[in-house]
């Protein structure tokens, strides 16, 4: 093709395109870096469109490499380097920066052998190194220009040592015309404030302008195309079929940066990625919205739940998780959602059905364990361990009320629990935080081996027998107990010993860990030494654990005694019997009375002190008692160890 026709092609090129043609081919290489082709690249950066003239003894095609020529660094290749220095007129990366900028003061210490002349004739920039792209006050020379003009400057200084005609006409002519040159590529209106003699130009500070206007164009371009593209990407992907919320929640959580047009062929490449993305999508959707709905509806379960065992008179509750760990509920929470919330309301409501029967079935399997623990045990009655051995899995109440079925929670503290009454209102601090609530962890119950050989020795004390005796038949008899393991406490001169009831006594030996039982059974004399005519009642008149065998009326809501005995006159009954027409329920009671102090010797009154003392090395007729007297001494005549005689004397 002529030479001629190929120039005129080119020139409806742009820069960069040139750029990349002169670098397929030696002959276009050729071509484009020829005299002739100069005005080929000027049209083409009049086809770019504003792009500025070349700076000062820059070729065409030079500079078109620093502005369209790629992003790397002109001394080591390194990629993605943006900023172009005008000052300099090279792209540079940081690195390069610093190994090749001199420091204008540190120009004499680096090229000690040349004349600082040279720095007045060479461009120079405003950033160094270590500026992060920041501008000074201060001025930077690239080393490769020193060395440069140095030896263009050494021609000229050599002609002048030579004393050849008009060497020094020729000399000034080239410094003034490369200040000139200087002046004309250097933006110095940022050194008017130091440098006030020099005049600033104004084609650096055009060059800069026009690359930052046209990385802000380049952006907006960029930016355009992609949301046209990304708008042609999701019209494609419903038209084949996908969910047009499904394609607008991918293009909000991922980016698909097609910065150029969307061609056929790059549709082909991206369609599928973009379907893999749809489908994990779709599945983490899925599962999402599953586990939001399985939340809901355990929120529902746990507040309908929470509702429930707040109104149960117990504090042995199943824990919620065993709740939903049955089958049908467990199938319930892993069901895939459904639209309306109303129905999965109407489906917890049902569930919510089912609260009494999974609490009557937990507390039936704490009582079967419970009596399957008390039956290896011995003087457990024959029947309920042949109950056992016929493998009939049904709890013994009998056993369980005995004075000797005592148990303790393992998470919590040995503390006895005495009875099936004790077991299920135990609290046990064992708490985990559960969504603003505070669930109970279950609990797990073992013997009290301390508690029971106490237990037992308390009532072979009283002459009971220990495989018959319930807890109500001792709490009837009232005996009191001293521990024999326990000495005598003194206190005012006297010495006592705490009597107990035998639930208090159980619970002594069992925190005080004695090796054994010891006890010494009160007399009625010494019972009413400590409580007169009236001894303590346990459990006490005031105790909300009285209710009538009557009517059921207080069997979910327990009272005093003193209302209890109105009601029952309600039933025509003047003068009620105990275990008859009305019963208690000490399980709500966490804890017996305390123990009574039982004097052997009674307490002295204390001595009533008088002012019989006066001060001897004060002339006053003050008076004191006698340990006021000692401290007046000591703390104002500032006498350690004051002396009766000495010091003081009794008042006669």
């Known amino acids: 093709m002529p030479i001629d026709i190929l120039l005129e092609i080119f020139g409806l090129l742009e820069p960069a395109d040139l750029l990349y043609l002169s670098r397929t081919s030696k002959a276009f290489r050729k071509v484009l870096l020829s005299n002739s082709a100069v005005s080929v690249w000027k049209a083409a950066r009049a086809n770019r469109g504003d792009v500025p003239d070349c700076m000062p003894s820059m070729s065409e095609v030079t500079w078109a490499n620093l502005l369209f020529g790629g992003s790397q660094c002109y001394v080591c290749v390194t990629k993605g380097i943006m900023r172009i220095d005008f000052g300099i007129r090279r792209r540079v990366c940081t690195s390069c920066l610093k190994k090749n900028l001199v420091y204008k003061p540190h120009f004499s210490s680096k090229f000690s052998d040349l004349d600082p002349i040279i720095m007045d004739l060479i461009p120079f920039t405003n950033t160094g190194g270590w500026a992060h792209g920041h501008a000074s006050g201060s001025k930077f020379f690239w080393s490769d220009d020193v060395l440069k003009m140095a030896a263009q400057l050494g021609m000229y200084q050599k002609d002048v040592h030579m004393f050849k005609p008009g060497a020094k006409k020729r000399l000034e002519d080239f410094k003034q015309s490369r200040k000139r040159y200087v002046d004309s590529v250097i933006d110095v209106r940022f050194l008017q404030v130091v440098f006030l003699d020099l005049t600033p130009s104004k084609h650096a500070v055009v060059c800069k302008a026009w690359v930052d206007e046209d990385r802000k164009r380049h952006r907006l371009m960029v930016t355009e195309l992609r949301s046209q593209n990304n708008e042609l990407i999701k019209a494609r992907l419903v038209?084949?079929?996908?969910?047009?919320?499904?394609?607008?929640?991918?293009?909000?959580?991922?980016?698909?940066?097609?910065?150029?047009?969307?061609?056929?062929?790059?549709?082909?490449?991206?369609?599928?990625?973009?379907?893999?993305?749809?489908?994990?999508?779709?599945?983490?959707?899925?599962?999402?919205?599953?586990?939001?709905?399985?939340?809901?509806?355990?929120?529902?379960?746990?507040?309908?739940?929470?509702?429930?065992?707040?109104?149960?008179?117990?504090?042995?509750v199943p824990p919620f998780e065993h709740f939903l760990k049955l089958c049908d509920v467990a199938e319930f929470i892993k069901s895939p959602p459904t639209v309306e919330r109303e129905s999965e309301i109407n489906a917890c409501r049902a569930f919510a059905d089912k609260f009494p029967e999974f609490c009557t079935g937990y507390i039936h399997q704490t009582k079967l364990a419970l009596t399957q623990l008390l039956c290896p045990s011995t003087g457990v009655p024959q029947d309920s361990l042949a109950l056992q051995n016929q493998g009939i899995n049904a709890p013994d109440e009998t056993l369980l009320q005995l004075a000797t079925s005592i148990f303790q929670c393992i998470p919590s503290r040995p503390?006895?629990?005495?009875?099936?009454?004790?077991?299920?209102?135990?609290?046990?601090?064992?708490?985990?935080?559960?969504?603003?609530?505070?669930?109970?962890?279950?609990?797990?119950?073992?013997?009290?081996?301390?508690?029971?050989?106490?237990?037992?020795?308390?009532?072979?004390?009283?002459?009971?027998?220990?495989?018959?005796?319930?807890?109500?038949?001792?709490?009837?008899?009232?005996?009191?107990?001293?521990c024999s393991n326990c000495p005598a406490k003194l206190e005012n001169g006297g010495s006592y010993r705490m009597a107990m009831d035998w639930r208090r006594s159980v619970i002594h030996y069992v925190e005080e860990s004695h090796a054994e039982p010891r006890w010494e059974l009160l007399s009625a004399e010494q019972l009413k030494v400590i409580y007169g005519p009236y001894p303590l009642e346990y459990p006490r008149v005031t105790d909300l654990v009285w209710c009538c065998n009557k009517c059921d009326k207080h069997h979910k809501k327990p009272v005093n005694k003193a209302t209890l005995?109105?009601?029952?006159?309600?039933?025509?009954?003047?003068?009620?019997?105990?275990?008859?027409?009305?019963?208690?329920?000490?399980?709500?009671?966490?804890?017996?009375?305390?123990?009574?102090?039982?004097?052997?010797?009674?307490?002295?009154?204390?001595?009533?002190?008088?002012?019989?003392?006066?001060?001897?090395?004060?002339?006053?007729?003050?008076?004191?008692?006698l340990d006021s007297v000692k401290q007046h001494i000591k703390s104002k005549h500032k006498i350690g160890s004051p002396i009766e005689g000495t010091d003081f004397c009794k008042i006669d």
């Open 415 to 482: 503390f006895p629990l005495i009875t099936w009454d004790k077991v299920q209102h135990h609290e046990c601090p064992h708490r985990i935080p559960y969504t603003g609530s505070m669930m109970t962890a279950a609990c797990t119950f073992s013997l009290s081996r301390s508690g029971i050989t106490a237990a037992r020795s308390l009532i072979s004390l009283v002459g009971l027998d220990a495989k018959i005796t319930t807890a109500a038949t001792m709490d009837q008899l009232m005996c009191h107990f001293f």
């Open 239 to 316: 038209n084949l079929g996908h969910d047009a919320d499904d394609v607008a929640h991918i293009f909000r959580h991922r980016e698909y940066e097609m910065d150029q047009e969307l061609t056929d062929t790059r549709w082909k490449r991206l369609l599928p990625r973009i379907e893999h993305n749809l489908s994990e999508l779709k599945e983490e959707r899925r599962l999402e919205d599953q586990r939001n709905a399985s939340f809901r509806r355990k929120m529902h379960l746990r507040e309908m739940y929470d509702n429930y065992m707040r109104h149960l008179r117990r504090a042995l």
């Open 565 to 625: 005995i109105d009601h029952l006159r309600w039933h025509g009954i003047a003068a009620p019997i105990q275990g008859v027409d009305f019963s208690y329920d000490t399980a709500p009671v966490k804890l017996p009375p305390p123990g009574t102090k039982f004097f052997l010797t009674p307490p002295q009154p204390p001595k009533k002190q008088t002012k019989d003392y006066r001060c001897k090395r004060c002339n006053g007729s003050r008076s004191f008692m």
